[in-house]
């Protein structure tokens, strides 16, 4: 839609007042061109600028730098082989 379209191109509504959504100033478009006339709305800066944040980042999956599932498989397999070299000794005793 082109700025002071005097209807709607999509319903065909005609447009006869602009109400400010600060104060409830009811006008004609030409009075709100550099803002709402009573209140100022839309024409001073907004009142909490956006703060610049770093994104959040995802959990990371990693035990220093292995992933967990590699990890927790190692750490199995290590068990077995301490378990098997304590039944091999007490075998050889």
């Given at each position: 839609m082109r700025a002071g379209a005097p209807s709607c191109p999509?319903?065909?509504?005609?447009?006869?007042?602009?109400?400010?959504?600060?104060c409830g100033h009811e006008g004609r478009?030409?009075?709100?061109?550099?803002?709402?006339?009573?209140?100022g709305y839309a024409a001073l800066p907004p009142k909490d600028p956006?703060?610049?944040?770093?994104?959040?980042?995802?959990?990371?999956?990693?035990?220093?730098?292995?992933p967990v599932l590699f990890s927790r498989?190692?750490?199995?397999?290590?068990?077995?082989?301490v378990v098997a070299l304590v039944v091999i000794l007490i075998l050889h005793a």
């Open positions: 999509s319903c065909g509504s005609t447009f006869t007042a602009v109400r400010c959504p600060e478009a030409p009075e709100f061109r550099s803002g709402c006339p009573v209140c956006p703060v610049d944040r770093p994104a959040p980042v995802a959990p990371s999956k990693t035990r220093r730098g292995m498989i190692a750490l199995l397999v290590l068990g077995a082989l």
